[in-house]
């Protein structure tokens, strides 16, 4: 049988992710800061504990492996492998797109694989937000793909400017809020909401806590490009909007701003590639940590054990920065330490 459009769709997405040909050129902002060393510490590096409490289980690393693939063979084997190296490190892992899943159940292997081999961490199920907006069975959608692998929380990615340069994109996202707020009322999981690339701002985030998402991943500009991975699908370049959204960096802490109101997980992605820009995003008020690119190419490149020994990396990087700071816990560092760089001349 031939591949759907989207099982095809998904494999392209793959393929272009492998290169570096869609990676942003504008940077995620967070090299705009840097740290304040503070000699005096008194911190203990071999006492520093990164644990930290999300969807009321205590995880390894303040980091989530972001929602990727499902839907295509090729989605087996990368998410069995990313699945097995979540379980290992005690973190979070989310699948791609369960919109393939909504249409037969040809490749509900690829996504199962997940919860097979991810043990008891979270799995986190996806859909978009076209989806939402036009699904008129929203809520059994919902459960089929809660179901699919056994979901700790529902992932919505909200993408209108992969919509709008997609060629089979649907950009009307009407109804998205009023049905978002039925489905969060309905589910029994948590709904996280997320971009993919284009950042959430303060007041876009207002709106998805005013109908109680659990949380929020900003997933902003600085790492992967998809208007750049749509166009290249397409053949087509539009330097303006390839390079449209908001700085990973930005987003986190205008976001961070609305913790004083709201009770929420701030999940900061888009461009986390090493544990410097890691221990920013939660020096700037994320809770959790998140990447996927990366990760892709990573898993590619040397299998699960590239994947742990990168994270382990990268939390031992964050560690030596919460020392050089003087700070024993992320809560610390989130009150601590960073400046932006003119402050330091
Ligand atoms: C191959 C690939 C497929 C993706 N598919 C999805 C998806 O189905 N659903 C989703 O919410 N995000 C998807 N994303 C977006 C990521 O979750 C993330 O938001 C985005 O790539 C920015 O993070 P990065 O800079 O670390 O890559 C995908 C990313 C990659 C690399």
Not at 64 to 80: F, P, Q, V, W
Not at 178 to 189: C, D, G, W, Y
Not at 331 to 344: I, M, P, S
Request: net charge neutral; glycine share 8%; charged share 25%.
């Amino acid at each position: 049988m031939a591949a759907s459009k989207t099982s095809e769709r998904k494999k392209e997405h793959i393929q272009l992710c492998l290169t570096d040909k869609v990676a942003f050129k504008k940077s995620n902002g967070f090299d705009e800061y840097d740290f304040e060393h503070f000699a005096i510490t008194e911190v203990d590096f071999s006492k520093i504990d990164l644990t930290t409490r999300f969807l009321k289980k205590d995880i390894s690393f303040p980091f989530l492996i972001s929602c990727m693939t499902g839907g295509t063979s090729e989605a087996e084997r990368i998410n069995e492998k990313l699945a097995i190296a979540a379980k290992e490190l005690n973190i979070p892992i989310g699948v791609g797109s369960q919109r393939q899943a909504l249409e037969d159940n040809k490749h509900y292997a690829t996504y199962k694989v997940v919860r097979e081999n991810a043990g008891s961490v979270h799995v986190l199920g996806n859909i978009g937000a076209a989806q939402v907006a036009t699904s008129k069975t929203i809520v059994d959608d919902f459960k089929l793909m809660i179901d699919l692998v056994e979901a700790d929380a529902m992932v919505v990615h909200i993408n209108p400017l992969q919509e709008l340069l997609q060629p089979e994109g649907e950009p009307n996202f009407d109804g998205l809020l009023k049905n978002l707020e039925k489905v969060i009322a309905k589910t029994s999981i948590p709904v996280i909401c997320k971009e993919v690339g284009s950042g959430i701002s303060k007041k876009a985030a207002k709106h998805l806590l005013e109908i109680g998402v659990y949380g929020i991943d900003v997933a902003g500009a600085g790492g992967t490009s998809w208007a750049a991975v749509e166009l290249q699908r397409n053949k087509k370049t539009d330097a303006y909007f390839s390079e449209w959204g908001l700085p990973t960096s930005y987003c986190v802490k205008t976001v961070a701003e609305l913790k004083s109101k709201y009770n929420f997980k701030l999940i900061a992605s888009g461009g986390i590639n090493d544990g410097v820009d890691a221990a920013k995003a939660l020096a700037l008020g994320a809770d959790i940590t998140a990447s996927a690119r990366i990760l892709l190419q990573e898993v590619m490149k040397s299998d699960v054990e590239g994947v742990i020994s990168l994270i382990h990396s990268w939390f031992e990087t964050v560690k030596k920065i919460m020392y050089l700071t003087g700070c024993s816990s992320i809560k610390q560092l989130t009150k601590n330490g960073l400046k932006r760089k003119e402050e330091l001349v």
